[in-house]
């Protein structure tokens, strides 16, 4: 087995037990701390399953950055989406076999063209932070390097098109990962920094503002039903100053 | 520490956005609180000696007990959204009022001591330490934040600035830093049970005043009940109602209405107060402690129902928080909702057609309407969603004739601050009080220009002082500002029976 193979092929355990952990771990954090007050944000839904949806609309349309400013919605959004599309053509190198939907042409050829729409994304929302000063001002390096740490993943994964990779041998070290036998990793350049960089990503997840992610579903000012009136809502260590009472 | 001269904006046709002038307001900051109003709500009379492990341990502490400082800290994408969204980043151009400039004079820190990245690479995640100089602009630009929310509406995530603003001001007094605005009132309220330190037999001649006042008006005879036990209704409003411009005016357009309706009602001398400075310091005891009085008062005076004046963040309180600070309300009439607003009661009225309105009273007048930010972004009226912009529209339109509302991008949820929120109603802050009220002035001189608007409406005690400052100091009249009961005051037609 090759020096390439076994570097990846652990480093790839290191990254995911780091990105699964971290992750699970803050979000047990964000689901023990109290929210103490209420203090949903207008229009605030009165009930759980307004605020289900409400955050439905967040997150598919990205509803709040809509009506905030239209070119950082337009980059985000296409980023974001493209993202998802991106996701889904990878989901074959990890099923086999392949999910039926998955290997559908207009999966495939979506997923492909996402590419080219996440970099279009993604050197929008750099221009602004390069451009608008009010942006500029707020960036810093880290803000910078991880646009520029997706958009190298993204170019990097586009360009596998031109500079032939064994596809199918990249396939079966992932599903030899996940089932416990390993198989040869190719050594192809672009191929290893695409690799690289996606470690490098699922690293830093738990510890970035990628955090914003579970975040979203965490924000009391977007996932509380506003019925203060009807309902006491008050957190345990609240509690105990009533005794004082 | 004299207030500065400074340089008067000029009102725009639309609000710009301004290129940043960095340090533009960071000589700005309110006096500090001193000790013994610091003691009385139990913090350190003055800076403490090992400052900055306490409030590091003071942050550590709130991260635990407030979901949304914590999911606020780790979540922020600085993607700039609401860097545009604070009026007083517009007044100003100071970067830290944009909302997120604001919020990372404490991501620094929290990165610095909570985080990993921030340990190992300060420099790339913009870590700092929480040093004398940083505790500063923590005390002037946390001291720059009315608690608006506008920024939180349009952040994607949800990031309420005024949750950071808030817990800064209470790891900043329990470091023994606090303000001297908000912690002199508290102090006040605690001791006497209003705003203005306004004792009972004083509040009773005020209030026999206002009788006679409306009874050379209206020849009607209008109570304005103290300490009545038995009442149907508790009234709790704020202080300034008592006494100021245009606020008294509202008063006795709420004495009218439960007069007309013939709802027996009373105020309290213990619960003189609608106003809870203990949110703007962000502290739960304090705040806790303020709503409990209105607790007692209602048992004390065996009401069923407690009634809210005219008051933005008093609103946000009682209704978001009440329940939960000084609750269950279980004793209470459960027919009602506890609390109940003015406007509610009001418009109940109204729709019951128990309250006639003659709208030529008000002809004199064209009005707009200003929703004031606690109201509009952190409460409710109605229990219908949105009806915190329906109900006193409504109103405002049963009352009078002319109506316009100003651009909608200004309006409800989307409201600028009067510029005087949050616990910056006091004259050190005037600067930042009169910029900040820039954005709003805009919109208001649109509406004069193209409907002829003379008056703007709020419900809100702290709007209408700012209101009184802001709009002579950019060319408007003092009186251009009114209460809407006011409106309603003037409106409602008397039975006159009874003399
Ligand atoms: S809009 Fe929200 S996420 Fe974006 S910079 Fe402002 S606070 Fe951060
Ligand atoms: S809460 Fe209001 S005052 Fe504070 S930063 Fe946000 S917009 Fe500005």
Same mark, same amino acid.
């Given at each position: 087995?090759?020096?390439?193979?076994?570097?990846?092929?652990?480093?790839?355990?290191?990254?995911?037990?780091?990105?699964?952990?971290?992750?699970?771990?803050?979000?047990?954090?964000?689901?023990?701390?109290?929210?103490?007050?209420?203090?949903?944000?207008?229009?605030?839904?009165?009930?759980?399953?307004?605020?289900?949806?409400?955050?439905?609309?967040?997150?598919?349309?990205?509803?709040?950055?809509?009506?905030?400013?239209?070119?950082?919605?337009?980059?985000?959004?296409?980023?974001?989406?493209?993202?998802?599309?991106?996701?889904?053509?990878?989901?074959?190198?990890?099923?086999?076999?392949?999910?039926?939907?998955?290997?559908?042409?207009?999966?495939?050829?979506?997923?492909?063209?996402?590419?080219?729409?996440?970099?279009?994304?993604?050197?929008?929302?750099?221009?602004?932070?390069?451009?608008?000063?009010?942006?500029?001002?707020?960036?810093?390096?880290?803000?910078?390097?991880?646009?520029?740490?997706?958009?190298?993943?993204?170019?990097?994964?586009?360009?596998?098109?031109?500079?032939?990779?064994?596809?199918?041998?990249?396939?079966?070290?992932?599903?030899?990962?996940?089932?416990?036998?390993?198989?040869?990793?190719?050594?192809?350049?672009?191929?290893?920094?695409?690799?690289?960089?996606?470690?490098?990503?699922?690293?830093?997840?738990?510890?970035?503002?990628?955090?914003?992610?579970?975040?979203?579903?965490?924000?009391?000012?977007?996932?509380?039903?506003?019925?203060?009136?009807?309902?006491?809502?008050?957190?345990?260590?609240?509690?105990?100053?009533?005794?004082?009472? | 520490?004299?207030?500065?001269?400074?340089?008067?904006?000029?009102?725009?046709?639309?609000?710009?956005?301004?290129?940043?002038?960095?340090?533009?307001?960071?000589?700005?900051?309110?006096?500090?609180?001193?000790?013994?109003?610091?003691?009385?709500?139990?913090?350190?009379?003055?800076?403490?000696?090992?400052?900055?492990?306490?409030?590091?341990?003071?942050?550590?502490?709130?991260?635990?007990?407030?979901?949304?400082?914590?999911?606020?800290?780790?979540?922020?994408?600085?993607?700039?959204?609401?860097?545009?969204?604070?009026?007083?980043?517009?007044?100003?151009?100071?970067?830290?009022?944009?909302?997120?400039?604001?919020?990372?004079?404490?991501?620094?820190?929290?990165?610095?001591?909570?985080?990993?990245?921030?340990?190992?690479?300060?420099?790339?995640?913009?870590?700092?330490?929480?040093?004398?100089?940083?505790?500063?602009?923590?005390?002037?630009?946390?001291?720059?934040?009315?608690?608006?929310?506008?920024?939180?509406?349009?952040? =994607?995530?949800?990031? #309420? @600035?005024? &949750?950071?603003?808030?817990?800064?001001?209470?790891?900043?007094?329990? %470091?023994? +830093?606090?303000?001297?605005?908000?912690?002199?009132?508290?102090?006040?309220?605690?001791?006497?049970?209003?705003?203005?330190?306004?004792?009972? =037999?004083?509040?009773? #001649? @005020?209030? &026999?005043?206002?009788?006679?006042?409306?009874?050379?008006?209206?020849? %009607?005879? +209008?109570?304005?009940?103290?300490?009545?036990?038995?009442?149907?209704?508790?009234?709790?409003?704020?202080?300034?109602?008592?006494?100021?411009? =245009?606020?008294?005016?509202?008063?006795?357009?709420?004495?009218?209405?439960?007069?007309?309706?013939?709802?027996?009602?009373?105020?309290?001398?213990?619960?003189?107060?609608?106003?809870?400075?203990?949110?703007?310091?962000?502290?739960?005891?304090?705040?806790?402690?303020?709503?409990?009085?209105?607790?007692?008062?209602?048992?004390?005076?065996?009401?069923?129902?407690?009634?809210?004046?005219?008051?933005?963040?008093?609103?946000?309180?009682?209704?978001?928080?009440?329940?939960?600070?000084?609750?269950?309300?279980?004793?209470?009439?459960?027919?009602?909702?506890?609390?109940?607003?003015?406007?509610?009661?009001?418009?109940?009225?109204?729709?019951?057609?128990?309250?006639?309105?003659?709208?030529?009273?008000?002809?004199?007048?064209?009005?707009?309407?200003?929703?004031?930010?606690?109201?509009?972004?952190?409460?409710?009226?109605?229990?219908?969603?949105?009806?915190?912009?329906?109900?006193?529209?409504?109103?405002?339109?049963?009352?009078?004739?002319?109506?316009?509302?100003?651009?909608?991008?200004?309006?409800?949820?989307?409201?600028?601050?009067?510029?005087?929120?949050?616990?910056?109603?006091?004259?050190?802050?005037?600067?930042?009080?009169?910029?900040?009220?820039?954005?709003?002035?805009?919109?208001?001189?649109?509406?004069?220009?193209?409907?002829?608007?003379?008056?703007?409406?709020?419900?809100?005690?702290?709007?209408?002082?700012?209101?009184?400052?802001?709009?002579?100091?950019?060319?408007?009249?003092?009186?251009?500002?009114?209460?809407?009961?006011?409106?309603?005051?003037?409106?409602?037609?008397?039975?006159?029976?009874?003399?």
């Amino acid at each position: 087995m090759s020096f390439v193979t076994i570097f990846y092929g652990i480093s790839f355990y290191v990254a995911t037990l780091i990105l699964f952990i971290g992750l699970s771990y803050r979000i047990y954090e964000y689901a023990t701390i109290p929210a103490p007050l209420k203090i949903p944000t207008p229009p605030a839904p009165k009930t759980k399953q307004g605020v289900a949806v409400r955050l439905i609309r967040e997150v598919v349309f990205f509803e709040s950055l809509f009506n905030a400013t239209k070119w950082t919605w337009l980059f985000g959004w296409l980023f974001h989406f493209a993202l998802l599309l991106a996701a889904f053509r990878h989901l074959r190198y990890f099923t086999d076999p392949v999910w039926f939907w998955v290997s559908w042409e207009i999966v495939q050829a979506a997923g492909h063209y996402a590419g080219y729409v996440m970099v279009f994304g993604l050197l929008g929302l750099l221009g602004r932070r390069i451009f608008v000063d009010r942006v500029r001002y707020i960036s810093n390096p880290s803000d910078y390097l991880m646009l520029i740490l997706i958009i190298l993943i993204a170019v990097s994964g586009l360009m596998m098109k031109w500079f032939h990779t064994d596809i199918y041998a990249v396939k079966q070290f992932f599903l030899g990962l996940m089932y416990f036998q390993w198989t040869e990793l190719p050594s192809d350049f672009i191929l290893l920094l695409h690799l690289s960089l996606v470690l490098l990503l699922m690293i830093i997840f738990p510890y970035s503002k990628l955090l914003h992610a579970p975040g979203l579903f965490f924000s009391p000012t977007r996932n509380q039903p506003d019925n203060a009136r009807d309902q006491r809502h008050i957190a345990d260590w609240a509690k105990k100053l009533e005794s004082k009472r | 520490m004299a207030v500065k001269e400074f340089e008067k904006p000029e009102l725009q046709e639309f609000t710009t956005i301004p290129k940043l002038v960095e340090e533009a307001t960071s000589h700005l900051a309110p006096f500090k609180s001193k000790e013994e109003f610091q003691q009385s709500l139990g913090y350190p009379g003055e800076l403490v000696d090992n400052w900055e492990d306490v409030a590091l341990d003071k942050m550590g502490d709130l991260l635990k007990r407030y979901r949304s400082l914590r999911v606020y800290m780790d979540s922020c994408i600085q993607c700039g959204a609401c860097t545009d969204k604070c009026h007083y980043y517009l007044g100003t151009k100071d970067p830290n009022n944009m909302p997120v400039g604001r919020q990372n004079l404490m991501r620094g820190v929290y990165r610095k001591h909570f985080t990993l990245p921030g340990k190992f690479f300060p420099k790339l995640v913009g870590a700092v330490d929480l040093t004398k100089e940083v505790l500063d602009d923590w005390y002037s630009y946390y001291h720059q934040c009315s608690q608006c929310r506008r920024c939180a509406v349009f952040c =994607p995530i949800g990031i #309420d @600035t005024a &949750e950071i603003s808030m817990a800064a001001r209470e790891i900043m007094d329990s %470091v023994g +830093v606090g303000q001297k605005y908000c912690n002199e009132i508290i102090g006040k309220v605690n001791k006497i049970g209003n705003n203005l330190g306004l004792p009972e =037999p004083a509040l009773a #001649d @005020t209030l &026999e005043g206002l009788e006679e006042d409306v009874l050379d008006d209206t020849e %009607v005879d +209008v109570k304005f009940p103290l300490d009545v036990k038995d009442s149907d209704v508790l009234l709790v409003t704020p202080s300034a109602d008592f006494f100021a411009e =245009p606020h008294v005016d509202g008063l006795m357009g709420y004495a009218k209405v439960f007069h007309q309706a013939g709802i027996s009602w009373t105020l309290s001398s213990h619960a003189s107060e609608a106003a809870n400075f203990g949110m703007f310091i962000g502290s739960y005891d304090n705040m806790r402690k303020l709503a409990l009085r209105i607790r007692e008062a209602a048992l004390e005076l065996n009401v069923k129902r407690i009634v809210f004046g005219e008051c933005g963040h008093a609103w946000r309180v009682a209704y978001s928080f009440l329940n939960t600070l000084a609750g269950p309300f279980d004793f209470l009439d459960p027919r009602y909702p506890v609390p109940q607003h003015i406007c509610e009661v009001t418009h109940d009225l109204m729709n019951k057609n128990v309250l006639q309105f003659d709208k030529s009273a008000n002809d004199d007048k064209v009005l707009t309407f200003h929703d004031s930010c606690n109201v509009a972004r952190a409460s409710n009226m109605g229990d219908i969603i949105g009806g915190q912009f329906t109900l006193p529209r409504d109103i405002i339109r049963a009352t009078t004739n002319n109506f316009y509302d100003m651009e909608e991008e200004t309006i409800r949820e989307k409201t600028f601050c009067c510029g005087g929120g949050g616990g910056l109603l006091t004259d050190d802050l005037i600067e930042l009080r009169m910029k900040g009220a820039q954005p709003r002035m805009e919109a208001l001189k649109r509406v004069v220009e193209d409907h002829g608007v003379t008056h703007m409406a709020a419900i809100c005690a702290i709007c209408k002082s700012q209101f009184s400052k802001a709009f002579q100091y950019y060319g408007f009249e003092l009186d251009q500002i009114i209460s809407l009961h006011h409106l309603v005051g003037d409106a409602l037609i008397m039975n006159k029976k009874e003399l």
